[in-house]
């Protein structure tokens, strides 16, 4: 699977041409099944919680806030 900032979850294909979806905060809370929504396949995701427990969305800044650009002259 790979992370889509687009959706904001991580994505993997599906055979119907979609994408089977599961976000970080599904996985944080011990889901593991990324469905399709545009059919009724679904896929168990198998990955060790422990990885997810201390990790920032792609994107996002370690404290959990957005990243904010700066200004440089």
Known sequence: ????DELNAYTY????????QITLEELRSGE???RCPSCSLYITVVYNPEDFEDVAEPGTAVDGGSAQPI???
Do not use: E, K, R, Y
């Open 1 to 4: 699977m790979s992370w889509n």
């Open 13 to 20: 294909t599906c055979p119907c041409g979609d994408l089977f």
């Open 32 to 34: 593991d099944i990324a």
């Open 71 to 73: 200004l440089v002259a």
